[in-house]
């Protein structure tokens, strides 16, 4: 299930009226592939970002030996009730991050 209900549906910055940009950062999304891209030039944005990350995880878990089924479906929508965390992957804090990307540069 491509769930990407945890930020709002605005796919860009103040600085591109909140609409996609190939210029400034593709297409912002709680849950997006290659950056909301559907080709490796970057000149086309995915039409459903949800369901191709879906699709996408399907296929690494497959390649990586994980055994989901070809028929398995996969979909768009809310996490069902119910269901099992696979994974977590924990962040640094803000800060943290900021210190880390904004150091001394000439």
Do not use: C
Request: hydrophobic residues 35%; aromatic residues 10%.
């Amino acid at each position: 299930m491509g769930d990407e209900s945890r930020f709002d549906s605005l796919r860009g910055t103040p600085a591109t009226g909140y609409k996609r940009s190939f210029y400034v950062e593709g297409q912002l999304s709680a849950l997006a592939y290659d950056r909301g891209f559907s080709n490796r030039s970057w000149t086309a944005f995915q039409r459903n970002r949800p369901l191709y990350a879906a699709r996408k995880f399907a296929a690494a878990l497959r390649t990586n030996g994980v055994g989901v089924p070809t028929n398995t479906p996969t979909a768009t929508g809310d996490t069902p009730k119910g269901a099992h965390l696979l994974a977590a992957v924990n962040s640094p804090h803000l800060g943290k991050l900021i210190q880390l990307t904004n150091t001394p540069s000439d």
